[in-house]
């Protein structure tokens, strides 16, 4: 098999948050060539903080003169610390890159660096809504998209949104207050559609889909897929990743004790209620159905239909995906 020898970032993992993208971004990140940095965000932010309106202006992106400007957004953005990179790699990166374009790639490349590794890559699922935009930037990358029974998602979101006190993801809009789980059908169907729906518009073989649920059952098969599709070799390290790492500490996440794939860690069939299930299908059973997963409710009653059709109308009204909710909500994967 070719290794690959393109440039940095090399991978993108993407999907709606709390879809599993962290369980496979350190499987991924135990590669012995790659390196896959945890929720960084900064790409996109620090165009649209410097110059709203840039992620859609082709002129903006090659912007030379932005460059100064952007190179001290990203320094001083809280979530670039989680890349690990020292003041003097950082340094590096920023004295010699002509273009944002060069400042990313080389910032990757010192990732990979770090690690002792080749090639350098993301997990931010939020990136799932900027694909595009990111294989304009980054034209020789490659994204994998996890996608998670939405329902299973939404179990997850309930839990994690109101965590610590603090708002996050979909907890953040209004209609969360009164109806949280049809805002987590709606925002997961926004999620995950947007995702799909760029794959039109990527580079051949730019792409590829995984499934949550195939990748907790069958590790190591699917992770013979994605590294295929990276062109990379199989290493059994990735199976490997929680080696030394979990942690035995009663009310710790999955996440936070670094289990291996379990499976049924979340199941709507046995933990949503059904009322719950129903409204969830009726807002975002369509897509349910094209990524074949099996639904509850073939129809929905009445009242779970009217009660879905005014938390569409809201969002339909009050959702806007603008910069503010493009750039700014979710986070986590």
Known sequence: MTIPTGQNPFLFVVGCPRSGTTLLQRMLDAHPQLAVANDTHFIPRALEAVRPGSLEDEDALFDASMLPELISWVRGYYRFARMGLDETSFAQAAASARSYREFVSLLYGQLARKHGKELGGEKTPDYVRHLPFLHRLFPWARSVHLIRDGRDVALSIVEWAGRDGRQKGPAKLALWREQPVATCALWWRWQVRRGRRSQSVLPPGAYQEVRYEALVADAEGVLRSVVSFLG????????????????????????KAWLPPTPGLRDWRTQMKPNDAELFEALAGDLLSDLDYPRAFETASSRTGELAQRCRTWWEENFKTDRAHSVGIGSAG
């Open 232 to 255: 990379l070799p199989f290493s059994g390290r990735m199976l490997c990743f929680n080696e030394g790492k979990v942690r035995h500490l009663e009310g710790l996440s999955a996440k």
